[in-house]
């Protein structure tokens, strides 16, 4: 398995302002993806981050809004920009180490509030 | 492209009963997993069960156990002598080689297991 850390687990932020998710793997991973959960319902793919390169994004999700690197293959930050009250929900992690076989193993979340 | 398709949105068991969550999905791939994941109430989603579809012997993990239906494209998820810890929301999901690495999730499913 793989460990994944998320940092902030939590934040409460303003309107218009922007926050910075960290996601860290406890070993090299070729996949790495950010999701968008409501508490109760199912989750929704924003990106895969590609490393080395633009992360490859869903429809409805644009790269101004949620900003995504991956400067290696243990680590990705996911930005949301801009925020709004709509943007309030729980943000995951999660990775698996190839494109096929492996188990897909999610991080902690971090819960996000914009007044 | 896939589907994954969980019919049930809540279910409830009594403790120590036994109780199948269902899933069915839609593929034309022959090589691919498929994964029960747990997310217990405000806590990290965990890999509960997984599923190689070239094997014909269902998997199993102590009280877990699946009925893989193949050629009826089912995944369903028994927990017998349900616990009080196993209240969560069930995902049910498929990953295949052609969809860039990313897994197909169900809705979920949210099981109460009573005293």
């Known amino acids: 398995s793989a460990v994944i850390s998320q940092k902030p687990s939590r934040d409460i932020c303003q309107r218009g302002t922007s926050l910075t998710i960290q996601c860290q793997v406890d070993?090299?991973?070729?996949?790495m993806f950010w999701y968008r959960q409501q508490p109760g319902q199912s989750l929704t793919l924003i990106a895969t981050?590609?490393?080395?390169?633009?992360?490859?994004?869903e429809s409805g999700f644009v790269i101004d809004k949620f900003p995504i690197s991956r400067p290696n293959l243990t680590f990705s930050t996911l930005t949301v920009s801009n925020m709004s009250p709509e943007d309030s929900s729980i943000y995951l992690c999660?990775?698996?180490?190839?494109?096929?076989?492996?188990?897909?193993?999610f991080g902690p979340g971090t819960r996000l509030t914009v007044l | 492209a896939q589907t994954v398709t969980q019919s049930q949105p809540e279910m409830s068991v009594q403790e120590a009963e036994t109780v199948t969550l269902s899933c069915t999905y839609d593929?034309?791939?022959?090589?691919?997993?498929l994964f029960w994941y747990k997310q217990p109430p405000s806590r990290q989603m965990i890999l509960v069960i997984r599923?190689?579809?070239?094997?014909?012997q269902n998997a199993t993990e102590n009280r877990f156990s699946v009925n893989f239906q193949k050629a009826a494209k089912s995944f369903s998820l028994k927990i017998s002598d349900s616990q009080l810890g196993d209240t969560a929301m069930y995902f049910c999901?498929?990953?295949?080689?052609?969809?860039?690495?990313?897994?197909?999730f169900g809705d979920g499913t949210t099981l109460t297991v009573k005293p």
């Open positions: 999901a498929f990953r295949g080689g052609t969809n860039a690495g990313k897994s197909t």
């Open positions: 070993s090299q991973v070729t996949m």
């Open positions: 593929t034309s791939e022959s090589n691919y997993y």
């Open positions: 599923q190689e579809a070239y094997k014909q």
């Open positions: 981050a590609n490393q080395g390169s633009e992360a490859t994004y």
């Open positions: 999660s990775v698996a180490r190839d494109r096929l076989t492996d188990t897909q193993y």
